[in-house]
Antibody, heavy 119, light 108 residues
Framework: QVQLQESGPGLVNVSETLSLTCTVSGGSISEHYWSWIRQSPGKGLEWIGYIHYSGITNYNPSFKRRVTISVVRSKNQFSLELSAVTAADTARYYC?????????????WGQGTLVTVSS | EIVLTQSPGTLSLSPGERATLSCRASQTVISNYLAWYQQIPGQPPRLLIYGASSRASGIPDRFSGSGSATDFTLTISRLEPEDFAVYYCLQYGSSPRTFGQGTKVEIK
């Protein structure tokens, strides 16, 4: 059974870069696409972007100029960097797997990690 | 981007009753790539339905999905105590992928 676990700072200062890592266990990162999604009371669930182990990425235009998702194959991890954060980026951040169904739906999720942006 | 509107915002029902949740898209959802998720407080969303009507692995058959193009429905035939939660729809046929705002199913 695949498991995902987010890790990273729970507090980030305004204008700085939010950095999170997702560690995948129970499966190889090279076999799927992987995604970041966030959830906040104000905006609900928002898809941030996804990556394939080959390096192919697709980002939500709402984040495009600020976001980078990358893979660390040797550690079976992928990461999220979101630059120039504001209070609006305060949210619970989830990593998720895109399953091999037609269309690639998010089938496994991590428990999420709460990130607060502080001034 | 495709906007998904879920209704009602809150559904108040008793255990054993039937729940019908709606998800309406602002544009046609390509290939009916529409999924439903259940979220219990403190937990991540759990995949119930994908491709509008296919149940995910391990999901009880009291959950069913239907619809096409812009109108989709999640039906829970008989509510069990563990079904009281928030339900979200997701369209994954077009980029960016977008979620609905959720329907809360609460105990009456």
């Amino acid at each position: 059974q695949v498991q995902l676990q987010e890790s990273g700072p729970g507090l980030v200062n305004v204008s700085e870069t939010l950095s999170l890592t997702c560690t995948v266990s129970g499966g190889s990162i090279s076999e799927h696409y992987w995604s970041w999604i966030r959830q906040s009371p104000g905006k609900g669930l928002e898809w941030i972007g996804y990556i394939h182990y080959s390096g192919i990425t697709n980002y939500n235009p709402s984040f495009k100029r600020r976001v980078t998702i990358s893979v660390v194959r040797s550690k079976n991890q992928f990461s999220l960097e979101l630059s120039a954060v504001t209070a609006a980026d305060t949210a619970r951040y989830y990593c998720a797997r895109l399953g091999k169904t037609d269309g690639y739906v998010f089938d496994y999720w991590g428990q999420g990690t709460l990130v607060t942006v502080s001034s | 981007e495709i906007v998904l509107t879920q209704s009602p915002g809150t559904l108040s029902l008793s255990p054993g009753e039937r729940a019908t949740l709606s998800c309406r898209a602002s544009q046609t959802v390509i290939s009916n790539y529409l999924a439903w998720y259940q979220q219990i407080p403190g937990q991540p969303p759990r995949l119930l339905i994908y491709g509008a009507s296919s149940r995910a692995s391990g999901i009880p058959d009291r959950f069913s999905g239907s619809g096409s193009a812009t109108d989709f429905t999640l039906t829970i035939s008989r509510l069990e105590p563990e079904d009281f939660a928030v339900y979200y729809c997701l369209q994954y046929g077009s980029s960016p992928r977008t979620f609905g705002q959720g329907t809360k199913v609460e105990i009456k």
